[in-house]
């Protein structure tokens, strides 16, 4: 049944995407709006789980040297760890400091942490991303993202 990585990538997928489906599912509905917030989650769900299951039938078979790369070497799994723990405190913390700031905070020291040398472009980059996002959902899509510490 699962002879390849591809089918066993595949499942584990379209299990992820059975849950988001899931959760996606008990979004609340809002009156008056053209789009509800649960349109862009189920659709990315259902598209999780259509992709998922091409994996699963592709014909691909493994070779040497994919199984080469996909060995991760030991000194990279303390960086992919590091970042993982950015995001982690980026999600823990996006209420409470908000969209802006958090993002600021993040973009400038995931960058720095992975070993970007430019200081002055990433902390322009890290400043200007965020407030662009921020202007246009909020503006533009009128999407509401947590505004935190910051008054706007």
Known sequence: MLKTV?????????????????????????????????????????????????????????TEEQKARRKIPKKDIGALLAVFSFIFVYILFLELLGFVLMTMLFIFFCSWFLGYKKHLSNALVSILFPLCMYGMFTEFLNISLPQGLLPF
Do not use: H, M, W
């Open 6 to 62: 591809n089918q066993r990538i595949s499942l584990v997928l379209i299990a992820i995407g059975i849950c988001y489906l899931l959760l996606a599912f008990q979004l609340p509905s809002y009156a008056y709006v053209p789009v509800d917030a649960d349109v862009v989650p189920i659709t990315l769900g259902i598209l999780l789980i259509l992709l998922a299951s091409c994996l699963y039938f592709s014909k691909d078979s493994e």
